[in-house]
């Protein structure tokens, strides 16, 4: 039975793996945290009780820009998709369908509200898809202000977009882009797809990146409708919203920096808000089953040897109407210094390992860039590195699409050559999944 | 109390009390060069600055108890009485012992070691020749066991020791010449204050809300003391955790004498969960021995049990599940020491490199190192492949070859028993005392001259000299009277 007066939260475990001990006059401390969040009562998005989920409110939103036309089986893929992503809606979950253009238009219920999911309206709404025609700009903004006034408007827990575009945001500024994803960051969380090869990475995952999303290429239309469906599925699983990761540090101390490690590279450093004395947080969405790892390092006043102290106190916190946040977990970080050197020079496998994966993310995008402004060498030795990286920490799926844009001669050294010829989509996976990461072998 | 540089361990125990004196004068009090919380020596001119530490009494040559106590608790810079407590009893007796050169006037331990020898140059090199008698049947007529232990003192419960705290007052008011600036405070009413940076509260993790630092642990110092035989236990200055242990115990033989046990033990620190595994075998160790004495075994052969039921108790540590323990640790491991007083004879136990001295109280007679350690450089030496010098200047010295543990390769208990001629007490220790005081004589020298009636103290002088030689391993040392002290008059009450 559902309990109500407790929202249906998963239980949420934190472990921290970490060399604590530090050489005398040591200061930088590494810790690896793994959150897992478990017993939401999901599995694949559908619980046993359709009922008895979170209220969840999913906006879609499909470019149909003209360039949507070329070719033609790109607008029927986007169609298909957005069908099949309508289907794998549950029952009582509210949505809206949002066609993308130099404006948004809203498409179903189009009455500035959100409908919710039920077989009449899951059928309506695919009727209105057939309505969809490909003409005009792109200027994502627009799209993304007005799935948030759709979903602000609805009384729900969990809010989500699903974004599909096939080129680049060429009808408004820029900073008309960042103004729209400040305005909505911590409002909803957003999926991106890009569709073709036409499309600008860096535009694509800095809007998955400002709303906590994820981000890929559907290089072939044809795979779309498989993608949405494990999208929605994705997103009808999350069961708590606006679960965020706090770090209260000593006088004395900074963070050098926080970011998520697994299963994506993201930088949250630089999105802190202050919450309280030495505290801080940074937004980590929403969450159904999953775990995810953060690498956090920060830099403690040095002491002497047989010292300890708490370097940060990790905590999940999740805001409550009524003020006071719930914890709903939480971890040490601490710091030991010590005059055994086999005990200091030790590097916690965890911690090699994602700074490892950080720098495959970091050398794929350099060496991909190095590429593209014609400096072949640095290209090289930069593939190289990554080649070399993904093969050592068994980073298989980057290994193979790495191996498509370099012929790889000795993946343990890293000696690669650029292939003469690439395709696009296939550089553009590359780039796209660069911050994908794997795992610690156990 | 005032806050303090976080770098200095406020932490410490009460023998840190003459350091934070010094911490707190910013100058060298000799040529007025400014100093450092961690300074032993001045920068400038090179001013021995534990010897600032204000003294009651001259050391040297007085001969006087109170005279020497005052240099030794300074020597110890140790929590330990002042020369005027009130050991009433033996107060007027002469304390020719005291008169000994090479008191250790400042707590300069090296320097004790050194001028101490050559003070007595002739007796210290032939103290660690094996000189007491033979072992003989207990005769139990002379000593009376008076029943439990009773509390000779509230320290004798075993307690946080929140180390500021641990200066009683009247210690404060007997030591007025010694001046502590950092006296402390009376603790706050709402809950603790960090003792690194007296600004914040403590967590319940037991780290502050402010520095983070962590706050002292119940382990990482603690002190006991029965009716005759006291120990004390300190993480020291290097180690972040105590992984020491020991227990006292007495008990009635069948005869209705006294037996008076001191269990000590080093967790392995290479080990898993080392701290563990001295706990276990000090506990189990105690009630082994305790239970067969009891029973009426001979001391030999229940220290042999004894030891054999400390090195299950730590096997079995390591048959345990532990989810949090990593890949491929070692089995938790520690050595163990113990000694015994059972009438007229006390008996020794060992497996690995903690040690027991004997230290006679007319210290013109030899004092002795009991046991052989399991350790590589005492086998260099036993096999004459090295001298002892040599040995123990290797870095593979204190490399130990026997412990308890599931992965020992050996148990090789070793058991010795002993009587002695004369009175004196048994300095059980680990290696984080031993190795300022490695020969007997450096031991006896640094055993206070009263330690026979008043073992606490001397315990904590001997974690004193031990934590102004740098503390660089955790310390832990019991001293058992011999004969034992149990129920006799002359044992003064602590207040």
């Not at chain 1, 994803?181 to 797809?193: E, H, I, K, V, W």
């Amino acid at each position: 039975m559902a309990n109500f007066s407790k929202s249906n939260v998963p239980q949420f475990s934190v472990d921290v793996y970490q060399n604590e001990f530090l050489p005398e006059g040591g200061r930088e401390v590494n810790a690896i945290v793994t959150v897992t969040s478990t017993g939401g009562g999901t599995s694949g998005g559908r619980p046993a009780d359709g009922q008895s989920g979170p209220s969840a409110g999913v906006v879609l939103m499909v470019d149909c820009s003209g360039s949507m036309e070329y070719p033609p089986t790109k607008m029927r893929g986007a169609r298909e998709a957005t069908a099949v992503a309508i289907d794998a809606l549950r029952d009582g979950v509210s949505f809206a369908v949002v066609a993308g253009t130099h404006q948004a238009r809203e498409v179903f219920p189009a009455n500035g509200a959100l409908a919710v999911a039920g077989p009449a309206t899951r059928a309506q709404a695919k009727q209105a898809l057939r309505k969809l025609t490909a003409g005009g700009g792109t200027a994502i903004g627009t799209w993304l202000r007005l799935a948030d006034r759709l979903l602000g408007g609805a009384e729900v827990s969990i809010r989500h977009g699903i974004l599909l575009t096939d080129g680049r945001n060429e009808h408004e500024k820029p900073e008309e882009l960042q103004a729209a994803l400040d305005s909505c960051a911590g409002r909803f969380t957003c999926d991106a797809r890009g569709v073709g090869t036409d499309w600008e990475v860096k535009e694509l995952t800095g809007i998955a990146s400002a709303l906590l999303g994820s981000v890929d290429i559907v290089a072939d239309p044809q795979g779309l409708a498989a993608d949405f469906q494990s999208m929605m599925e994705n997103a009808m699983g999350k069961e708590v919203a606006d679960v965020a990761l706090r770090l209260w540090t000593p006088q004395g101390s900074e963070i050098a920096f926080v970011k998520q490690v697994a299963p994506t590279v993201e930088d949250l450093t630089a999105r802190r808000t202050e919450a309280g004395p030495r505290a801080g947080d940074y937004p980590t969405g929403s969450w159904g089953d999953e775990s995810r790892d953060y690498h956090v390092q920060v830099r403690v006043p040095a002491a002497g040897v047989g010292q300890e102290m708490l370097a940060a106190r990790l905590s999940l916190v999740l805001p409550q109407p009524d003020g006071a946040p719930r914890v709903l977990g939480q971890g040490l970080v601490r710091a030991v210094w010590t005059d055994d050197m086999a005990s200091s020079t030790r590097i916690s496998p965890q911690v090699a390992h994602y700074t490892g994966q950080a720098e495959l993310a970091q050398v794929i995008q350099q060496g991909l860039e190095a590429r593209k402004a014609g400096d072949l060498d640095g290209a090289t030795a930069k593939l190289g590195r990554a080649v070399q990286l993904a093969s050592a920490s068994g980073n298989a799926d980057t290994a193979k699409l790495l191996a498509k844009v370099v012929d790889v001669v000795d993946a343990a050294s890293g000696t690669v050559r650029l292939k003469a010829r690439v395709a696009d989509a296939d550089e553009m996976t590359l780039e796209t999944r660069s911050t994908k990461t794997v795992r610690v072998k156990k | 109390m005032p806050p303090l540089p976080e770098s200095a361990r406020s932490a410490a125990p009460a023998p840190a009390a003459a350091r934070q004196a010094r911490t707190l004068s910013a100058a060298c009090p000799s040529c007025g060069d400014p100093l450092d919380a961690e300074d032993r020596f001045c920068g400038g001119c090179g001013h021995d600055l534990t010897a600032a530490a204000p003294q009651p009494a001259p050391g040297g040559a007085g001969g006087s108890e109170a005279g020497s106590d005052g240099a030794s608790d300074a020597a110890g810079a140790s929590a330990g009485r002042a020369g005027g407590t009130p050991p009433a009893p033996r107060a007027a007796e002469p304390a020719p012992e005291a008169a000994a050169p090479g008191r250790p006037d400042a707590g300069r331990a090296d320097d004790a070691a050194g001028a101490g020898r050559a003070g007595r140059l002739a007796d210290a090199e032939s103290t660690d020749a094996f000189l007491l008698a033979p072992p003989q049947a207990a005769d139990s007529d002379t000593l009376v066991l008076a029943g439990v232990a009773r509390p000779a003192d509230p320290r004798e419960e075993m307690r946080d020791d929140a180390r500021e705290r641990d200066v009683p007052q009247e210690e404060a008011r007997e030591q007025p010449a010694a001046g502590r600036p950092d006296a402390p405070a009376t603790p706050t009413a709402d809950g603790p204050v960090c003792v690194a940076c007296g600004l914040g509260g403590v967590d319940e993790d037991g780290y502050c809300e402010h520095c983070g630092h962590a706050q002292p642990r119940q382990r990482d110092h603690q002190e006991k003391e029965l009716e005759g035989v006291a120990a004390v236990s300190d993480r020291g200055l290097r180690h972040h955790r105590n992984e020491d242990a020991f227990t006292l115990g007495t008990a009635s033989l069948p005869d209705g004498s006294p037996a008076v046990a001191a269990v000590v033990c080093d967790g392995v620190s290479t080990a898993y969960r080392p701290d563990d595994a001295s706990a276990a075998a000090a506990a189990a160790g105690s009630d082994s021995l305790l239970a067969s004495l009891e029973r009426g075994a001979p001391p030999e052969e229940a220290m042999r049990t004894a030891l054999m039921a400390a090195f299950d108790a730590v096997v079995a540590l390591a048959a345990e599940e532990d989810p949090d323990a990593p890949p491929h640790h070692n089995s938790p491991a520690c050595t163990c020491v113990s000694a015994v007083v059972t009438g007229p004879v006390f008996t020794v136990g060992w497996i690995g490199d903690s040690r027991a001295y004997w230290i006679p109280d007319d210290r013109g007679l030899p004092s002795s190192r009991l046991t052989e350690d399991d350790s590589w450089a005492a086998r260099m030496v036993a096999a004459g492949l090295m001298t002892e010098a040599e040995a123990y200047a290797d870095e593979r010295a204190h490399a130990i070859t026997g412990w308890l543990g599931a992965d020992a390769v050996e148990v090789d208990p070793h058991v010795a028993a002993f009587q002695p001629e004369g009175t004196g007490v048994i300095v059980v220790c680990t290696d984080g005392l031993w190795n300022y005081a490695e020969s007997a004589a450096e031991m006896a020298e640094a055993v206070p001259p009263d330690a026979r009636t008043r073992p606490l103290h001397s315990a904590r002088a001997l974690l004193g000299l031990a934590l102004d030689g740098g503390g660089h391993d955790n310390v832990t040392v019991a001293v058992l009277p011999f004969p034992a002290a149990v129920s006799r008059a002359g044992f003064p009450p602590a207040t």
